[in-house]
């Protein structure tokens, strides 16, 4: 079993940046791929980014070139850089652990850019 804790979020202006961490706790952490879904207000959850235990990223369609995920496997750490944030990416973001199919969750956090 696994525990998620997140931090960073809040108020941006757009153009702007802001990044959220997330640290993974419990047995076997470093098993696990990390990663972000958000979920807009009346949109369907979308995949933000994944960073595998070797460092392998994958990252949504409508952030690829603006956001950055990074790892620290000592720490069982990831961190989410958002640059040139839009009023789109506006929303809830949800850190997980995923270990094959099986995901543990964090309560999340809301990003808002607005001017």
């Known amino acids: 079993q696994v525990h998620i804790t997140e931090s960073g979020g809040g108020l941006v202006q757009p153009g702007g940046s802001l990044t959220l961490s997330c640290k993974l706790s419990?047995?076997?952490?470093?098993?696990?791929?990390m990663g972000w879904y958000r979920r807009a207000p009346g949109k369907q959850q979308e995949s933000v980014a994944e960073?595998?235990?070797?460092?392998?990223?994958t990252y949504g369609d409508s952030v690829k070139g603006r956001f950055a995920v990074f790892r620290d496997n000592a720490e069982a750490t990831i961190r989410l850089q958002m640059n040139f944030l839009k009023s789109e990416d506006t929303a809830v973001y949800s850190c997980?652990?995923?270990?094959?199919?099986?995901?543990?969750w964090g309560q999340g956090t809301q990003v808002t850019v607005s001017s």
């Open positions: 960073i595998r235990v070797g460092g392998q990223a």
């Open positions: 997980y652990g995923r270990r094959g199919q099986e995901y543990s």
């Open positions: 419990g047995d076997l952490v470093n098993r696990y791929a």
